[in-house]
Each structure stands twice: as C-alpha cells, then as structure tokens.
C-alpha cells in the first residue's frame, strides 16, 4: 500500500486542486465523524424503518472502505478504489446511498490526475443524478436532499473558484440549514422531533471535511495519523431522550446482496437489460430499493418478506458473491418492546417456529450453505425446499460453514446496546465451529461493553436445541435472573431427546458424513437409520428396514420416558414432509394426552445430512 503523505499533499491550498491523497484525507476526515457518533445516528432511527442501525451501517460501511482501500496519488484511481470499495462494504439503506454517491463521483472523475473545484462540482452533480437514479422511489427530506443540495453549494465557473478554506464553511451552514429542514418534511420525523439519520450522516460527512480544511496543520496530522494506520473505529456514548412510535415494520428482512453477471448474459442480453431485469425481480418482492452497479457486479438493497424466493430468482442472472438480510422486526422489538434486559441469541440450525423465535424475540445468526461459488444463509435466504431444488443446478454437493467471528461480534455489539446481557444457545461444538467463533466474539464484546456474554455448548442440534431455545425464552419472559436462566437450560440439556427418522441414508453419504462404500452396503440392505445425540455428537441409534418401522420404534421409546415422567415438552421436526410430521404428532398426542409444542420444517442445514422426508421427534 502506497503511504507516501506528504506535507505539500496535507489539504487543499489556494491552487485549488484536488488529487487523490488530498482526496483521501478528505475522506478519512468525514469517514471518522460519522464513526465517533454512530451511537447518535441509531437513537434517531426512524426513516425508513425505526431498526435503530443507521449509524451501524454507515460506520460498518466506511471503516470497511478505511480498512479495505489502497491509496493512489491520482484521484481518478483514487475514486474508483473508494467506489468500489463502498460497493462491496456497503450496509444498510443508508450505506448503500452512500456508495452510490461514490459511484457518482468516480464516473465523472476516472482518468483524472487531479481536478480543480469546478470539476469536483462537475462530479458532486453527476452523483447525486446516480443517486436518485438508483433509488426506486426517492424520498426528499432525506439524505438524498442534503447530497443535492451540498452538490449545489459548489460554483459551476472558474470566476468562483477562490480559497476552498473560505467556500467550505459556507457550505457547511447551507448544510446544516438543510439537515434542520428534514425534521419537518415527513410526518414521522416531526412526531418526534428529529433529523433524518442518513441525512445527519452526511452533515457529519461534510462537518468532519470541513474541520479538516479549517482546523490547521495540529487536525491535519490527526487525520494523516488516522490515515496512515487504519486505526479502529471507536464511539462516543450519546444520550438521548427520544421515545420510538414507528409501528411495527411490514416487510421483515433489510436484505443486500451483490451479483457478479455471466458473462453469456451480458453478450446475449446486454448489461443494462440485465440489470433492467434484476431490478424488476427486485420490485417484485419488496422496497426500499438501492441498486448500485461497478463494471459487471451489481450491488442491491431491498426491504422484503421473502429473501428466499428473491435469490431463489437471482441465481438465474450471475453468480453470488454477497448476502445480507438484518431483522428488522427483531431490531425494532429491540429498540421498542424489550420486554427484559436478557437478550436471547441462538444459530439457524434451532428448529423453532417463527411465530415463538418472535414471542420470545431471539436473535437467529444464520449458518451458511455452500453452493460451488455462491453461498446463502440458512432459513434466510435459503430454505429447506430450495436446497433440494438447487442441488441439481450446481456441480458439487453444498456444503455449510459456521458465521465468521465478526458476524457475532456484529450481532453481540447490536444486542448490548439494548440489553445489560446476553446468553446464547448453539448447536453442539463438536458438530461445527458456531460455539467457538461464537465464544471468542462474546469474550471480545464483554471487554469492549463490560457486559455480561454467556455462551452455552447445548450438545444439541435441530428440534432438540429448539425446545432448549424456547425453554430459555419462556424463563426470560418470565423475569428469571441470567444465572438462573442458565442453570434450568443446563438442567434441560441433560433431558433432552432427539430422534431422527432418516429416509434414505444418501444425503448422509452425498454430504460425507458416511462413506460411500458403507452407504452402498446399507442401500443394499434397504435399512434406515435413527439418529439420535450423545455426547454431543450425532450417532446411530437403531435401525429398521422402513421409515414407519423406523417410527415405530422412535414412538415406543417416547411412550417409555413419558411413562417414567421424563418429557415435559415435545415437539415434531421434518424435511419438507409435512404430513408425516402431523401423523406422527396426531400419535404422540394420544399418548402423551398433550399437543405438540410446535412441528417445523428443519434448516437446511441439518437437511444436508439428514436429506428430504427425514421427520425427528424431540423432547425435553
């Protein structure tokens, strides 16, 4: 990485040039304003949806651009890194405008060794049309307005191209004037009295440029320094006394995701006919809608309840390279209706119910499924019905991968801005790297909050860390203290059953969890297994040469522990077999005299493995 700052290339003198390293200080210095207060961007939250994440977004998204970016002298390079940058760091609504807003610029600036302010002018008008280009229905009185309306602050003739230390603090207060506006152009920002966060976003951009060009050389070695050693973002505690009074959001996933186009479709269809095409799937399934394009990737960011079915359509279209999907209703119970000062998180592969994952507001971490190049996240943006339907679309057997240390570091910095704890339920260590990544991202967060993080190895997976999850939920709704929380799940860990009825031992053999040859052998023998958990790893725990012998024997072992009075609940978990899960269940109640807690469909994850029509019985 060049890090060659010089003093000449400090900041803009009266020359009035811009090169790329002044550029890039320029950057850095709005880039840490909007890092310093993001804590104040998230309590003002309220367009378009009151998720609370608005500053999250926006410093996730530049300290990404600050960790990831090279640095190049000319400004052309230096804009296109920034760009495309922003494009793959981009988070959030707000995020995704952003890099839009560089997108923007590094059009009109490409090939250039420097410009001069009317050529930055030039750039700022030409980003904002791209920015309004690249939103489906824009909103004024939002970030948007504050972009166009700086972008006109800047003199469009050499006769006003006089000293930028006296032009930009009039620009900040022509900014400043238009953020004050924002509280009053929407109803739900004047019910509350607050700006617009994207919008306060970009004034503190634009505040943290200015100090750069006004403070003197002592603020300019401060940014060079932050500069020079990427250095960590940090926060600033902000108080604040708004009160939320959005209703719940409509659409529940603020979902993103980044498309690389085949090349065959571009030669047959033409770039801007895909990506017409790709915005067309987007309407279709939601709004809020941030559609962003560097060379032949496509960076999008839409509001909607079916990210599955979404990307389920996309596959068609390129290859893809990113997905993200935030739970907005899940935030904005965070923010609006926390019923406790526990926060509850688990991973996708704890079979619960939508509708008590929401009772009980739990945060799900999604795992990851594999596809060849492409990669989904389990219950998200991949169900259980499409990953069979995919497997014949791809060369290789998918294969899952646990969420990164940064995702739950992500997930344990968002939980503690709401909650005094946390505790967290995984599936067993033995099984995948979930607890581990899980643990070492909570022992970082407890340090940076000074809050408590517990996480639990439940040895468990599926339906069975289910009922363990739901169990939790129920002790926190109730008031329980957090080490009493966690001594009853431990108390149920040791209780709990789970029993898989495998239909077919392929799935297990396709996903190298038993060798082919064994596989053969059984196929020839026509038996079936029962899985069952010990030890926190999954075993064979009988055999039979039918599924409903299978079952049978499952039933029978259920009806001996309910006799000793060892089941308190139960529930009934599938791949994609419903109605076998109903006809079992309809038999558990009769000899349990009591329903089922619930029958779900499995994650994909577990299906991997366990394969299509697998039902399992758990109990606790």
């Known amino acids: 990485m060049n890090n060659n700052f010089t003093a000449q290339a400090a900041v803009p003198d009266r020359k009035i040039y811009f090169d790329g390293i002044r550029f890039y200080l320029l950057f850095i210095a709005g880039a840490y304003r909007i890092i310093q207060n993001k804590e104040d961007l998230n309590k003002i939250n309220y367009f378009p949806v009151a998720d609370s994440d608005t500053g999250t977004n926006l410093a996730g998204t530049f300290n990404y651009m600050i960790e990831n970016s090279a640095i190049y002298p000319h400004i052309g390079n230096m804009a296109d890194e920034l760009a495309e940058k922003a494009m793959d760091g981009a988070r959030g609504n707000s995020g995704n405008i952003f890099a839009q807003f560089f997108m923007g610029l590094a059009q009109t600036i490409r090939g250039h060794e420097k410009i001069d302010i009317v050529q930055l002018s030039d750039a700022l008008r030409n980003s904002v049309k ?60 004047r019910n509350v009295n607050v700006v617009d966060a994207g919008a306060k976003g970009f004034a503190l951009f634009i505040e943290g440029m200015n100090d750069l060009l006004t403070k003197g050389s002592g603020y300019i070695t401060h940014v060079r320094s932050l500069a020079k050693n ?28 980044k498309i690389k186009i085949y090349e065959k479709l571009i030669e ?35 509001h909607t309840n079916d990210p599955h079915l979404l990307f389920q359509e996309l596959i068609d279209y390129g290859q893809l390279l990113y997905q993200k999907a935030d739970d907005m209703i899940v935030q904005y119970k965070d923010s609006n209706e926390r019923k406790s000062d526990i926060a509850l998180i688990t991973d996708s592969v704890a079979d619960l119910p939508q ?128 080490d009493s929380v966690i001594n009853e799940v431990n108390m149920s860990i040791e209780k709990a059953r789970i029993f898989v009825s495998i239909k077919t031992f392929k799935y297990m053999v396709m996903g190298g969890r038993v060798s082919p040859m064994k596989g053969k052998l059984v196929s ?97």
């Open 130 to 189: 791209e920015v309004y280009k690249s939103i489906s229905e824009p909103v004024e009185g939002t970030v948007i307005t504050l972009m166009k309306d700086f972008a006109n602050c800047f003199p469009e003739s050499t006769e006003s191209n006089d000293n930028t230390n006296n032009l930009f603090p009039k620009i900040m207060e022509k900014v400043r004037s238009s953020l004050d506006k924002t509280s009053e152009a929407m109803k739900k920002l």
């Open 230 to 257: 990427k250095t960590e973002y940090f926060t600033a505690p902000v108080s604040s006394d708004h009160e939320k009074s959005q209703d719940l959001p409509k659409l529940r996933f603020c979902t993103e995701g």
């Open 268 to 302: 047959t269809a033409g770039f801007n006919d895909s990506a017409d095409n790709i915005r067309k799937v987007l309407s279709k399934y939601g709004d809020s809608i941030v559609f962003t394009h560097y060379k032949d990737n496509i960076k999008f960011h839409v």
């Open 355 to 482: 509708e008590l994952l929401d009772k009980y507001n739990v945060h799900v971490v999604p795992l990851l499924v594999n596809y060849d190049d492409d990669q989904y996240l389990d219950k998200v943006t991949l169900k259980t019905k499409q990953l069979f339907e995919n497997i014949n679309k791809y060369t290789s057997y998918p294969k899952s991968a646990a969420p990164s240390i940064g995702t739950f570091e992500r997930v344990y910095e968002q939980a503690l801005t709401h909650y005094n704890s946390v505790i967290a339920l995984h599936l067993a260590s033995k099984l995948s790297a979930v607890y581990n990544n899980s643990k070492k991202a909570a022992e970082n967060v407890s340090k940076k909050f000074k809050k408590r993080i517990d996480v639990i190895d439940t040895q468990h997976l599926s339906g069975s860390l289910g009922l363990l999850v739901q169990k939790a939920g129920e002790l926190i709704e109730q008031g329980a203290h957090h």
């Open 524 to 620: 020839l023998l026509n038996l079936k297994p029962i899985i069952s958990m010990g030890g926190g790893e999954s075993k064979i725990f009988d055999k039979a040469f039918s599924q409903k012998s299978l079952t049978k024997k499952i039933i029978r072992i259920f009806q001996n522990d309910h006799s000793a009075g060892n089941i308190d609940r139960y529930a009934v978990v599938h791949s994609a077999n419903p109605e076998y899960a109903q006809e079992i269940a309809a038999k558990l109640h009769n000899i349990s005299g009591q329903k089922p807690g619930y029958i779900s469909e499995i994650s994909s994850v577990v299906a991997l493995n366990a394969g299509l029509g697998a039902v399992a019985i758990v109990y606790c």
